[in-house]
């Protein structure tokens, strides 16, 4: 991909109605790091955006890169075949994604959660997250399930 190349993020809804498979020894190395790469471009592209997960930009590979830091050499975190293990704690989030342009919702999040996930060297790792990042890593999992914000988020326009 040119450095330059603009990508797209999907706002169609109907494209995250499916839960996308595991990705396994049928995809390559090559198209998971153009799914990568493609992916760190629209959250450069889209700086209010903490997380993309490959279904948003048109790949149907299970698979989402994070906003981690401002540093250069940690920006991102990129989680293959994520897979929520535990979770603890209930609190109401506001969130946005930019797969619904102009919509914020209201819903139910975990306080924790312990994530098992592969690494782009094919590592399998885990980790506890909390807070805000734990909300961006659960909203990133729904929506590889095919579940979407839409599909039981409050929307706050509906509300006033």
């Given amino acids: 991909m040119k450095a330059n190349q603009h990508v797209s993020i999907i706002t169609d809804s109907e494209v995250f109605s499916e839960r996308v498979q595991e990705i396994n020894s049928s995809n ?12 760190k471009r629209a959250l450069y592209e889209n700086k209010d955006c903490a997380a993309v997960c490959a279904p948003q930009i048109g790949e149907n590979l299970r698979l989402f890169v994070v906003r981690t830091s401002k540093d250069q050499d940690e920006r991102f975190k990129v989680f293959l075949n994520p897979m929520i293990i535990n979770s603890e704690g209930l609190h109401m989030s506001r969130e946005a994604n930019p797969s619904f342009p102009g919509k914020e919702f209201i819903i139910p999040r975990k306080n924790k959660l312990h994530l098992a996930y592969q690494t782009i060297e094919g590592r399998v790792e885990s980790d506890s997250y909390l807070g805000a990042y734990a909300e961006v890593i659960q909203q990133m999992v729904e929506m590889l399930d095919g579940i979407t914000l839409e599909d039981y988020g409050l929307d706050l326009d509906d509300v006033g």
């Fill in 28 to 39: 390559s190395f090559e198209q998971i790091k153009h799914c990568v790469s493609r992916l």
